[in-house]
C-alpha cells in the first residue's frame, strides 16, 4: 500500500523576489509537503543553499530544469528522508522523477511542467512530452 505523500505544485512566477520566496518560504515551512513542485522559478541555478533556504530543513534533495534567461524554469525540492529519486529526465520544457517512497519502497512518476507560450514551439513542447509517457502513466518500466 502507497503512503500519503504530500504534495505541493506551485506556479511561484520567479523566486529572485524576496517577497515571492518569502511567501513560498512560508508556505513549504508551514504546510511540511513531502516534496513541491515550483513553477516558473525563473532561476538559471539552484544549489544548495538556495533549496536549503527555500525548504528550511536539511533533509533536502532538489532536481532542476534551469530557467532560459528570465524565462520557465522548474525545481523539484523534496524531504530525503521520505523520498528517494530513483531516476529522471529533465526535459526542454518538464521534469519527471521516478521515486521511491522510503517508508514502504512504493514506486511512482511525477511530472513538472512549463510549457512554452509560443505557438511555433508548442509542436516541440508535445514532442517531448509524448517521449514521457513512463511517467504519466506511471509505467515505471525502464
Not at 544549489?47 to 532538489?62: E, I
Not at 519527471?96 to 513542447?125: A, E
Request: glycine share 8%.
Amino acid at each position: 500500500m502507497a503512503a500519503n505523500i504530500n504534495i505541493i505544485s506551485w506556479n511561484v512566477r520567479g523566486l529572485n523576489c524576496p517577497n515571492k520566496s518569502g511567501d513560498v518560504k512560508w508556505v513549504l515551512r508551514n504546510f511540511r509537503c513531502d516534496i513541491a513542485i515550483l513553477q516558473e522559478t525563473k532561476m538559471e541555478e539552484v544549489n544548495f543553499s538556495t533549496a536549503f533556504s527555500l525548504w528550511g530543513r536539511r533533509s533536502v534533495d532538489w532536481l532542476v530544469l534551469p530557467s532560459v534567461g528570465r524565462s520557465g524554469g522548474i525545481v523539484f525540492i523534496w524531504d530525503d528522508q521520505v523520498l528517494e529519486l530513483v531516476d529522471s529526465k529533465v526535459g526542454t520544457y518538464a521534469i519527471c522523477g521516478k521515486f521511491k517512497s522510503l517508508n514502504d519502497d512504493f514506486l511512482w512518476g511525477l511530472i513538472g511542467v512549463y510549457g512554452p507560450n509560443d505557438d511555433n514551439l508548442r509542436l516541440s513542447y508535445r514532442c517531448m512530452m509524448s517521449k514521457m509517457w513512463w511517467c504519466t502513466t506511471c509505467r515505471l518500466e525502464w
